[in-house]
């Protein structure tokens, strides 16, 4: 079974920067990993997808604000968000797909807020 754990969240007000790590407890080099989120009340979505060749994917409300990367050498994801807005509160999720087998985080929370 392969863990994910998220960290990093936190409280920030507008205009703030937070930067998630998400690290996995398996060997990452050759998969895709996401970070997903979840506001209250709606469903989960794709945030920014980073391939194993660095390749990177950005929904539009985050393109110019958030920065997907990873180390292969520590099995680890991170997303710099900065300039963030109270429309970014929500679980952020880790998510890592081995050889067509998804796996999850537990997520961390990120609340912007004045």
């Known amino acids: 079974q392969v863990r994910l754990a998220e960290s990093g969240g936190g409280f920030v007000q507008p205009g703030g920067s937070l930067k998630l790590s998400c690290v996995a407890s398996a060997d990452t080099r050759g998969s895709a990993m996401a970070w997903y989120r979840q506001a209250p009340d709606k469903p989960r979505s794709l945030v920014a997808r980073?391939?194993?060749?660095?390749?990177?994917y950005y929904v539009d409300s985050v393109k110019g604000r958030f920065t997907i990367s990873r180390d292969h050498n520590k099995n680890t994801m991170y997303l710099q968000m900065n300039d963030l807005d109270p429309d970014d509160t929500a679980l952020y999720y880790c998510?890592?797909?081995?050889?067509?087998?998804?796996?999850w985080g537990q997520g961390t929370q990120v609340t912007v807020s004045s």
């Open positions: 980073i391939a194993s060749n660095d390749n990177t």
């Open positions: 998510h890592l797909r081995i050889r067509l087998n998804d796996f």
